[in-house]
Every structure is written in structure tokens, then in C-alpha cells.
């Protein structure tokens, strides 16, 4: 266990959820050492930290692990509660912002995975359920400037690394996020002006991972 004081980040480079740690932590302007992470062969540090899920990412503050990258970023907002609250101070709107962050939990990979992953009709009714959840994303959205409404905040970094995904989800899918849910397109051009998400990946290099992965499971 990485006993030294100080931050550090055990996570693998395309994760969307390794990146809502980075994201929290940008935004809080916290130093930390990132560490690269070997899925396949995990390292003594990642079990030792992680012994019940064995999954990045893990935070390490001060020698203790924290997991589940949105009790991370929870975490990360308490700790350093000094600067860029990210979740809001009133109680029902808090409630309400981690609904829709554990909606984004629950929903948005599962089904982005299957919509690269299958073929045929079971594609195509990811493909119809991806636009759904998008288009309910939007619906919540509405016309303000972030989920939390002026303010970026805890449902924008659980969503926003999601979006480096979305032309893998179009090309894979065969369609266009910007013709079925337009208002999370401007969203996420918004959210990428800020420092703590221009760190995203290019969607072109998440396509090429993903790629690989087909390669992998035999799925192309």
C-alpha cells in the first residue's frame, strides 16, 4: 500500500470512469501522481488497494484507498471542499444530481458496450436504447448551461467523459448523436472549453481502442 503522504491515481488511460477522478481533481486543482494500469496483469498495488473489485480506479490519499469512481469524485469534493463545489450545497438538489449521475452509472457504458460489441437486431435495439437514454439525458439537461444549471458540477463529470465515446457509438450504431439529442452536443462542446476536460482523449483514439477490443473478442 502506498503508504506517503500525498495523492495518487490508479487508473488506465481510456477509462471514462478513471476520468472523472481526473476531471474532480483538475477542477480542484489537486496534485497527484497518475499511475498507469496493466488490466490484464494487475499490479500488487491495485489489489492490495482494490481487494474486493480489483478494478481502476482507485484513489490513494495519504495512503488510503478510496474506489468507485463516483464515491471518488464525492470524496475528492468533500476533501477539498475549499474550491469548485461539485455537488450543490441544498439537499434536494443533491439527492437529484446523484440520481442522474447513478443513472449515467448504470445505463450509459453497459449499453455503449453492447452497441460495439453485438450485431444484428440485438445491436439495433442497443442502438434504440442508447438513443433513449441520451434523449432523456437531453429532456434533463433542458436549456441550461450544465446539469447543475449555471454551474458545472458532480452529473456533468460523470457524464462528460462519456462523450469521447460518442463517435465510437455513432460509427458503431450507425447514427448521429447531434440529429437525435443536439442540445448534448452543445453541452459537451461547453464542458470542453473548460482546462479539467480538454484532458479527454480524442474520440479517434477511443475508437482505435475499441477497435482493438473487437479484434480481441472476435467481434467485427
Same mark, same amino acid.
Given at each position: 500500500?502506498?503508504?506517503?503522504?500525498?495523492?495518487?491515481?490508479?487508473?488506465?488511460?481510456?477509462?471514462?470512469?478513471?476520468?472523472?477522478?481526473?476531471?474532480?481533481?483538475?477542477?480542484?486543482?489537486?496534485?497527484?501522481?497518475?499511475?498507469?494500469?496493466?488490466?490484464?496483469?494487475?499490479?500488487?498495488?491495485?489489489?492490495?488497494?482494490?481487494?474486493?473489485?480489483?478494478?481502476?480506479?482507485?484513489?490513494?490519499?495519504?495512503?488510503?484507498?478510496?474506489?468507485?469512481?463516483?464515491?471518488?469524485?464525492?470524496?475528492?469534493?468533500?476533501?477539498?471542499?475549499?474550491?469548485?463545489?461539485?455537488?450543490?450545497?441544498?439537499?434536494?438538489?443533491?439527492?437529484?444530481?446523484?440520481?442522474?449521475?447513478? /443513472?449515467?452509472?448504470? @445505463? !450509459?457504458?453497459?449499453?455503449?458496450?453492447? %452497441?460495439? $460489441?453485438?450485431? &444484428?437486431? +440485438?445491436?439495433?435495439?442497443?442502438?434504440?436504447?442508447?438513443?433513449?437514454?441520451?434523449?432523456?439525458?437531453?429532456?434533463?439537461?433542458?436549456?441550461?448551461?450544465?446539469?447543475?444549471?449555471?454551474?458545472?458540477?458532480?452529473?456533468?463529470?460523470?457524464?462528460?467523459?462519456?462523450?469521447?465515446?460518442?463517435?465510437?457509438?455513432?460509427?458503431?450504431?450507425?447514427?448521429?448523436?447531434?440529429?437525435?439529442?443536439?442540445?448534448?452536443?452543445?453541452?459537451?462542446?461547453?464542458?470542453?472549453?473548460?482546462?479539467?476536460?480538454?484532458?479527454? /482523449?480524442?474520440?479517434? @483514439? !477511443?475508437?482505435?481502442?475499441?477497435?482493438? %477490443?473487437? $479484434?480481441?473478442? &472476435?467481434? +467485427?
Amino acid at each position: 500500500m502506498a503508504s506517503e503522504k500525498g495523492v495518487t491515481l490508479l487508473d488506465f488511460w481510456v477509462s471514462p470512469f478513471g476520468q472523472r477522478a481526473r476531471i474532480a481533481l483538475a477542477e480542484k486543482g489537486v496534485q497527484y501522481e497518475y499511475k498507469e494500469q496493466n488490466l490484464v496483469e494487475k499490479s500488487d498495488l491495485l489489489l492490495k488497494s482494490n481487494p474486493v473489485y480489483k478494478k481502476i480506479p482507485v484513489l490513494i490519499h495519504d495512503g488510503k484507498p478510496v474506489c468507485e469512481s463516483l464515491v471518488i469524485v464525492q470524496y475528492i469534493d468533500e476533501v477539498w471542499s475549499d474550491k469548485a463545489p461539485l455537488l450543490p450545497s441544498d439537499p434536494y438538489q443533491k439527492a437529484q444530481a446523484r440520481f442522474w449521475a447513478d /443513472y449515467v452509472d448504470k @445505463k !450509459v457504458f453497459d449499453c455503449g458496450t453492447r %452497441l460495439w $460489441k453485438l450485431k &444484428g437486431e +440485438e445491436q439495433e435495439a442497443a442502438k434504440k436504447e442508447m438513443i433513449e437514454i441520451l434523449q432523456l439525458l437531453e429532456a434533463q439537461l433542458g436549456d441550461n448551461k450544465y446539469f447543475g444549471g449555471d454551474t458545472f458540477g458532480y452529473v456533468d463529470v460523470a457524464f462528460i467523459p462519456f462523450t469521447s465515446w460518442f463517435y465510437t457509438y455513432e460509427t458503431c450504431g450507425n447514427f448521429s448523436i447531434e440529429a437525435v439529442a443536439p442540445k448534448l452536443v452543445k453541452w459537451a462542446k461547453r464542458c470542453m472549453e473548460r482546462e479539467s476536460v480538454k484532458t479527454l /482523449y480524442d474520440p479517434n @483514439k !477511443v475508437y482505435e481502442f475499441v477497435c482493438y %477490443l473487437k $479484434k480481441k473478442f &472476435g467481434v +467485427e
